[in-house]
């Protein structure tokens, strides 16, 4: 991280989906794909899918405060998942699979935690919100087949029918952030 950049780690289901999104935000500088917030070091993605560590499937996302701000960031994070199904993400089950904003400053806590007080009190999603809001730990990255994955198997099936949908969406919502 340089000075001009900050880090914020954002678990939305798949981290293939969510990587796929925020390759194309503009202000994201990078993006990769790892586990947060576990008990066990350096933990691998076979050890992560069986829900025993404790980690969330993230993104790591560097970005540049001049060119996005954190709450545009989480405008397109609560766009693109659903906040509301506790260990769950349309098919994929589990504890890595949650919602999760994980800050580095505090500035990136108390602006999560406002949003979701709002979102929460316009009744915005029809049900509770259960996006944890934490900081940053135990952050370890995936293993190199998972980085890009999307950009590599746009034909994959599973990127097809789950990360297209969710990158489209993006677009479609979000025309002013999009890189190009």
């Known amino acids: 991280m340089t000075s001009s950049t900050h880090t914020l780690v954002l678990g939305g289901g798949c981290f293939w989906c969510t990587e796929a999104v925020f390759v194309k935000v503009r202000g994201i500088t990078?993006?990769?794909s790892g586990y947060c917030n576990g008990h066990v070091l350096r933990p691998s993605?076979?050890?992560?899918c069986t829900g025993t560590t404790g980690h969330n499937e993230v993104v790591k996302l560097e970005y540049n405060p001049a060119q996005i701000t954190?709450?545009?960031?989480?405008?397109?994070?609560?766009?693109?998942?659903?906040?509301?199904?506790?260990?769950?993400?349309?098919?994929?089950s589990g504890t890595q699979y949650r919602s999760g904003i994980y800050t580095t400053m505090a500035?990136?806590?108390?602006?999560?935690?406002?949003?979701?007080?709002?979102?929460?009190?316009e009744k915005l999603f029809g049900r509770p919100i259960v996006t944890?809001?934490?900081?940053?730990?135990n952050y370890w990255p995936a293993e190199d087949y998972h980085q890009d994955f999307f950009e590599k198997n746009?034909?994959?099936?599973?990127c097809m029918a789950v990360a297209a949908p969710k990158v489209?969406?993006?677009r479609k919502t979000f025309r002013e952030l999009v890189k190009g």
Do not use: C, W
Not at 45 to 48: A, D, G, I, K, N
Not at 70 to 92: A, C, K, S, W, Y
Not at 132 to 137: D, F
């Open 30 to 32: 990078d993006v990769e």
């Open 45 to 48: 993605y076979e050890q992560v």
């Open 70 to 92: 954190v709450r545009q960031i989480l405008e397109v994070f609560f766009v693109i998942h659903d906040p509301t199904t506790l260990n769950r993400q349309g098919n994929d």
């Open 107 to 121: 500035e990136q806590q108390d602006e999560a935690e406002a949003m979701i007080r709002q979102m929460s009190q």
């Open 132 to 137: 944890e809001v934490l900081p940053l730990a």
């Open 154 to 158: 746009p034909f994959q099936g599973y």
């Open 168 to 170: 489209e969406k993006f």
